[in-house]
Structure formats: C-alpha cells, structure tokens
C-alpha cells in the first residue's frame, strides 16, 4: 500500500485532521534522517513507515475513547511505535502519552521530535 493511500485511510477511516497528517508527515522525516545513523526501525521497514508502523499504530485509536480524561503508557517506545502516533492523533489536552524507553539513543529521538 502506497503512502497516498495510508494517508486516506487516516484521515477517512481513523479521522486524523489535516494538521495531524503534517504532524505524522514531520515525524515519518525525522525518523528516516535519524535512523540513518542510529537503528529505531529495521532497514527493510524504512520504505513502508506508513503503512508498516504508522499505520499498524494508529489502528489502536479504534479501540480507545479519545473524549475521557485518558492516560496511555508506552513501555518501550523505541521509535515512538505507538506512542508518537496515539498522541499526534488527539489534541485533546485531556489526553496524555508518556513514553518509557530504556536506550538512552532512542530516549534522546523522542525527546527530539516531541521538541518538533
């Protein structure tokens, strides 16, 4: 599946707006340039971030009230899978992701795109 078409799905299927396409569109970059030098995601997965991990991790939104005071653990974030995603997806301040990551590498990534 094409990245057009994960993005269509996002938005028709699972609602993300348009601001949080541009927000899933900055992390998919960063995650690419930084994962040149360190491993967040496999080599033979980089040419279908969308689909592969985007995508598989906003499948989870279906599954979650979005409108209650809700807070969400993602032990072992790594790359930010699914993590990154729940909380790009929800601009309800209401809604909260905290992140635990052990490797020092992949804590210092998240810390960088939750900065952009």
Known sequence: MD????KEILKTTLKFSNKSIKNLETFHDY???YNKKYNLISKN?????????I??????IKFIDTNKLINIADFGSGGGFPGIILSIFNENLKFHVKLYEKSSVKRIFLD???KK
């Open 55 to 60: 995508l598989d991790s906003a499948q989870i």
């Open 3 to 6: 990245d057009k078409s994960v």
């Open 112 to 114: 960088k795109i939750l």
């Open 31 to 33: 995650l690419l340039k």
């Open 45 to 53: 997965t980089e040419k279908n971030v969308w689909f592969r991990h």
